[in-house]
């Protein structure tokens, strides 16, 4: 599977912008997929990830109660919708995919073997 995301730009803070992440390839949903972003200066770290169903969801806990990752399968893409945005928020935001060799959701980035290029968020204050 090859991944591509969009859907980024400048929003001010408070504001909300949806990314998504295209899919190539009939396996999309046999994968568990993951968003991950890396601000300037920084690590890249764990935004949330979805199970290759759907049902399960887990976020990073600077995120949380902000946003909101889902999937549609029959359309091979991942969404990430983002609300409340704050500046702290910016930076190049990645699509990650997952062969789910075991159960259980993934917040490590070495846990995810598909990467595609990043879309860049800014958040203005």
């Known amino acids: 599977v090859q991944l591509q995301a969009s859907g980024g730009g400048l929003v001010q803070a408070g504001g909300s912008l949806r990314l998504s992440c295209a899919a190539s390839?009939?396996?999309?949903?046999?994968?568990?997929m993951g968003w991950f972003r890396q601000a300037p200066g920084k690590e890249r770290e764990f935004v949330g990830a979805i199970t290759r169903s759907g049902e399960s969801t887990m976020y990073g806990d600077l995120v949380k109660g902000r946003f909101t990752i889902s999937r549609d399968n029959a359309k091979n893409t991942l969404y990430l919708q983002m609300n409340s945005l704050k500046p702290e928020d910016t930076g190049v935001y990645y699509c990650a995919a997952r062969w789910p060799v075991s159960d259980g959701l993934y917040r490590q980035k070495r846990a995810y073997g598909i990467w595609g290029a990043g879309t860049l968020v800014t958040v203005s204050s």
């Open positions: 390839g009939r396996t999309f949903s046999s994968y568990d």
